[in-house]
């Protein structure tokens, strides 16, 4: 079946730009994750929704960075102003039960 | 808080040598763990998983991973690795009822013909 897809699968911005990064996840999968992949960090958890409770933020750096999932299903993170050391690969995973399930990434260029 | 650590950031081999990659975590309390691997510019895929029952778990690939409580590590293991082995491997550990994944750092794992 169909697994968890990310568009775009590159992105190259300006500092300053606002970029939007889109996750479809796996038809039926009730939770959602998005994690940030950066040299030297490792992969560092953003934000998760399960279902129709509030999203978990405890992982967003900033308040450039936000999220929301729409109708239970496509998710939408958005950098705002984006700054140099957003530069990393922005990974997306769904989830039915206890298994994570990853897309293959956006990876995102600050210039 | 849960914290992974992968002893290795890189660990290069022969073809058809044998291989363990190291994964300790820090918290004794019911865990979920998990290995995942990320050939180049693709995604992490699930290697294996530890859930319950039998320590001893095998994946794709010809890989398998004991889970020791006492020792608080799930080791990956592959008696004879191939080329395309080539790729990182992240370990995952999940606190029972967090939902959330906590990852190591990775490790760089170059089989070498």
């Known amino acids: 079946g169909a697994g968890v897809s990310q568009s775009p699968s590159n992105k190259v911005t300006e500092k300053g730009k606002d970029v939007e990064l889109r996750c479809d996840p796996i038809?039926?999968?009730?939770?959602l994750y998005w994690y940030r992949q950066s040299l030297g960090q490792g992969l560092e958890f953003l934000i998760y929704f399960q279902g129709n409770s509030a999203p978990d933020k405890s992982g967003l750096p900033s308040d450039r960075f936000s999220a929301e999932r729409t109708g239970g299903s496509v998710s939408t993170l958005t950098i705002q102003r984006t700054q140099q050391e957003d530069s990393a690969v922005y990974l997306c995973?769904?989830?039915?039960?206890?298994?994570?399930?990853f897309g293959p990434g956006t990876r995102l260029t600050v210039l | 808080a849960q914290s992974v650590t992968q002893l290795d950031s890189q660990v290069p081999v022969f073809e058809e040598a044998p291989v363990e990659l190291r994964c300790n975590y820090s918290s004794s309390v019911s865990v979920y763990l998990f290995w995942y691997v990320q050939y180049p510019n693709q995604g992490l895929q699930l290697l294996l998983k530890?859930?319950?029952?039998?320590?001893l778990v095998k994946g794709i690939n010809g890989f398998e991973a004991e889970f020791n409580k006492s020792q608080t590590s799930f080791h990956l293991r592959k008696p004879s690795v191939h080329i395309s082995d080539t790729a990182e491997y992240f370990c995952?550990?999940?606190?029972?009822?967090?939902?959330?994944?906590?990852f190591g750092k990775g490790t760089k794992l170059t089989v070498n013909p």
């Open positions: 995952a550990v999940e606190q029972g009822g967090s939902e959330k994944l906590v």
């Open positions: 995973a769904s989830r039915p039960t206890n298994t994570q399930y």
């Open positions: 038809s039926g999968h009730t939770a």
């Open positions: 530890y859930l319950s029952g039998s320590t």
